[in-house]
């Protein structure tokens, strides 16, 4: 084994270890991450045929041979292949993101009171990614963002868009449910230092994604995202910026149940069609005139 091999194998030991003594007793290892580490190594780090006791000029020689026999891992590829290793490796970095936010303990009292980190869901090769505030009691029961009332609204509004959750990508700035000590239902408004805890997980999110396209669902997942703004009320419907990708505030799913108004579904769905024709989707005349006289 080499000596950089061997650093490797005790820190992750070490990292290992530190994780136990703060408690963690189960790490998830996707098959991903298990595929991807059980590839064999790259020829590089086999033996040299240079052997210690060739002469100069044979060891020169020897070292041009091996340069110009070595495979080049992304030149020598077809197009097909190059987007397939791109997403391979993809895949693995994202798994390896996951596995160390379900770790994370940043946060004890969120880590404590929590029964899943709901990491994120969908295509990580998605044009278009949703980001809300954090996980609430369903999100934290199933591991999964947007799984109860408010995700199965916003579900249906990407469906009507002609997509599927399947073809997106759903987020939350905070990955644990924010904790309600004494407390058996309801959710809470997560703290700010909670979020700019947390927020470093998603920023490797949107960077891995590279969606073309953010929308920003609530006043709190904008506050987060953005900082203290005019309030979600003013900047629903304009675009905005965040990591060099268009983002789109607009309202909550949860607040389109709690107002039940025709006209705030109608602007929720006037941001939909600008993230639309922002992607360059077919927009049909039914979908144009979705809640027109609302």
Request: proline letters at 7%; hydrophobic letters at 35%.
């Amino acid at each position: 084994m080499s000596a950089a091999y061997n650093e490797l194998l005790e820190a992750t030991i070490q990292h290992l270890e530190g994780l136990k003594s703060r408690g963690v007793r189960h790490i998830a290892v996707l098959p991903e991450t298990l595929r991807a580490l059980s590839q064999p190594p790259p020829k590089s780090t086999q033996f040299s045929s240079v052997q210690p006791d060739q002469s100069p000029e044979l060891k020169a020689e020897n070292l041009k041979l091996e340069t110009a026999q070595a495979p080049d891992p992304l030149a020598r590829r077809s197009g097909a292949e190059t987007a397939q290793f791109s997403t391979l490796d993809k895949s693995a970095a994202f798994a390896a993101l996951r596995e160390r936010a379900q770790a994370c303990v940043k946060c004890p009292n969120l880590a404590s009171s929590r029964k899943n980190v709901v990491f994120g869901v969908g295509n990580i090769e998605a044009q278009l990614m949703f980001v809300g505030e954090a996980p609430g009691a369903d999100e934290d029961e199933q591991g999964e963002p947007f799984v109860g009332k408010a995700g199965q609204l916003l579900t249906k509004i990407i469906q009507a868009t002609g997509l599927s959750r399947a073809d997106v990508y759903i987020a939350n700035i905070l990955k644990c449910r924010p904790d309600t000590p004494g407390e058996t239902s309801g959710n809470r408004k997560p703290t700010s230092d909670e979020m700019a805890t947390c927020i470093p997980y998603l920023h490797e999110q949107i960077d891995l994604i590279r969606p073309r396209v953010i929308v920003a669902l609530g006043a709190t997942a904008v506050e987060g995202l953005l900082g203290k703004t005019l309030g979600i009320t003013k900047l629903r419907g304009t675009w905005k910026t965040y990591r060099d990708t268009p983002l789109m505030p607009t309202y909550h799913p949860a607040y389109l149940l709690r107002t039940q108004a025709m006209s705030d579904k109608r602007k929720v769905w006037e941001d939909v069609l600008a993230v639309m024709a922002k992607l360059e989707m077919p927009i049909s005349d039914k979908q144009r005139n979705y809640f027109l006289k609302g």
